[in-house]
Nanobody, 134 residues
């Protein structure tokens, strides 16, 4: 079964850090592009793209709101993608999801050299909650 499982969320004070993990099972992340999205309270699901990494050539892309604070990386040996989040702000509070880019549309690359939209992704994890207190 193809599956993504996120972990690493939690409650942190503003200015703090968290590292999210996205572990793949049933397939290898090598030659895949993986993205992170988030759903803030009261907003529609998975509409806010955060970051994307193409694991083959390690190109990375970020939403303007997280540039300089978040870092996406991958570990092929662990079949895992990480999202290191530093200097967290209350507006980062959300459920964070990882997802695989649709290979049929974009191959092994991030959509249009950006994070793209949810329609560019197919396999999704269940999400992990991140809460940043002020």
């Amino acid at each position: 079964e193809v599956q993504l499982v996120e972990s690493g969320g939690g409650l942190v004070q503003a200015g703090g850090s968290l590292r999210l993990s996205c572990v793949a099972s049933g397939f290898t992340l090598h030659d895949q592009a993986i993205g992170w999205f988030r759903q803030a309270p009261g907003k529609e699901r998975e509409t806010d793209g955060v970051s994307c990494i193409s694991t083959r050539d390690v190109f990375t892309y970020y939403a303007d709101s997280v540039k300089g604070r978040f870092t996406i990386s991958s570990d092929s040996a662990k079949n895992t993608v990480y999202l290191q989040m530093n200097n967290l702000k209350p507006e980062d509070t959300a459920v964070y999801y990882c997802a695989t880019v649709k290979v049929a549309l974009h191959g092994s690359r991030c959509p249009q050299r950006s994070v793209g939209t949810p329609d560019d992704y197919d396999v999704w994890g269940q999400g992990t909650q991140v809460t940043v207190s002020s």
